[in-house]
């Protein structure tokens, strides 16, 4: 057999929307087809199903024609036409005339892709650019997974389709793989842990993708946000604060408005003035730089703010905290001369690794680095001084080499105002989240008129990084709510411990140390006898917290707490001090 193409995966997944659609076309013929694609785990095709009332009750049904097709093994050939000849093979079909309409203008070939027997007849046929693997037996293990509405050319003022889903994979084995993976990730979802660990909640008088934060959720928040406060205290960063909303002339000098003019939340008030809800932070920041003439002996300066920012996002794309109209970030900027952007860059370097490292994220495996530069074939897209952006190349190539990085180089991902360093992390079940990044910025000291004075007297531009070391705090929560499956490390959980008395005899005993621990700086719940022990550590296991305190005659005793760690069955023996250290971890 002949070496699989680069391009077989999606070959495999793209036949197996035709197999699919062959066996909708043979139940219902009266259909008619839109789009089907592939994507990184599946496939899908939209249908109008006229009258027909199809529904995921009729996956069975499907997927047994489905299976018949692929063992009959039909050849996947594919057949030039002319426009005409094209047409005339979907008489009636709105769908199939503007595709091809689009394909004659673009001045495209006209390509079939049809299933042929043995004998050499054309079983089934339809218009795609193809490519196809070379028969339907190759496509494998399938199942069609779900099914959903979908506008014609994803614009809401034409007819609503129906889209189905599948996944195809070559052997029984992937196909395990990936449904394991689809139960983790739904014990996992952030969107019902939040609610079963009573984190954060949304309210319709309040709106979508609106998150409110609970006592624990807020407790979370702020305690991912301090501890990379702390962190980066030592680097010299200092903090500010802004207004959340500003003239929308700020971002016509940033050159945002033009990008983000639609996504903007438009705010009005008594006079002319049109202000927006901030959709980013580094506009504002500049302008602090810009209050006061600047020495080179000043630089740099190093700005950071915990700061909420306003999307206008779809309501179709809000997902939980992934995708939320209100985001509040962990935002920094430092202002340096060029000279020093590799010393920012590597302190910012060190900030990543000190947070994820106490996150047990910063592992090697679990975590790579993009050096993004420039795409060498065209440097016309991108803006400010080709040999300042040598330079700044070269430096974050550098600290990669020094920090032991090992960056993967990837041209053509710098953004157009600088190259970057972003930190990929992949979390507890194999996906991969682009989280932190240190990236640097020409244009914007360019468009604010940013100054100093340097050496020689002389008025000189400064260069500004941004960097974010968890992003936005929602989008955070919602990975390591996934990572962690809840099961936060005990000096982020918001409950420690709860302490439980083995009966009524203990609870003066065990109130009493909760109030000690509490006083030491322990979060530290009290769950009374009222239910049988048994029951209590089961529910204590339920809720995740990282320990349980059993107190009894033994303990009360000998003053030693027996605990037991989330997730274990055995108990140990610890005394006051050592558990307190615990909690550190
Ligand atoms: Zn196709
Ligand atoms: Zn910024």
Known sequence: MSKKPADYEGRRKHTASHVMSAAVMMLWPETKRGVGPWTDDSFYQDYDFGDAEVSDKDFKKIQKKMRWIVNKNFKVEKRMLKEAEARSAFPGDEYKEEL????????????????????????YTDLCAGPHVESTGEIGVFELTKLAGSYWRGDSDNAM?????????ENEELMAEYKHFLEEAAKRDHRKLGKELDLFTFSDKVGSGLPLFTPKGTFLRETIANTIQDIQAEFG???????????KDLYETSGHWDKFKEDL?????????????KPMNCPHHTQIYASQMRSYRDLPIRYSEVTTCYRDEQPGELLGL?????????????????????????NITKVVQAFYGKLGMYEPGRFWVSLSVRDPQT??????DPAEWDKAEQFLKEVSEEQGLDAVKTEGEAAFYGPKLDFMFKDAIGREWQLATAQIDFVQPERFGLEYINEKGEKDRPVMIHRAIAGSLERFLSVIIEHFAGAFPAWLSPIQA?????????EAYAKELQQKLKYAGARIEYYDASDSLGKRIRNAQKSKVPFSIIIGDNEVESGNLTIRKYGEQKDQSVSEEEFLELLES
Do not use: W
Not at 100 to 123: A, K, P
Not at 266 to 276: A, C, L, P, S
Not at 379 to 384: I, N
Not at 498 to 506: D, L, T
């Open 265 to 277: 939340f438009h705010v009005k008030g008594k006079g002319d003035t049109e202000f927006v809800m």
């Open 498 to 506: 709860h302490i439980i008395p083995v009966n009524e005899a203990h």
């Open 379 to 384: 440097p016309e897209k991108y803006l400010g």
């Open 100 to 123: 091809i309409d689009g394909i004659v203008e673009r001045g495209e070939d006209i390509s079939f892709y049809d299933f042929v027997d043995e004998t050499g007849r054309i079983v």
């Open 161 to 169: 389709l129906t889209r189905v889903y599948g996944v195809a994979f």
């Open 322 to 346: 992934s995708r939320v109209r209100s985001l509040t970030q962990d935002d920094g900027h430092v202002f340096c001369r060029i000279d020093q952007v590799k010393e920012e860059v590597k």
């Open 237 to 247: 960063y200092e903090r500010v604060n802004i207004p959340h909303i500003c003239k």
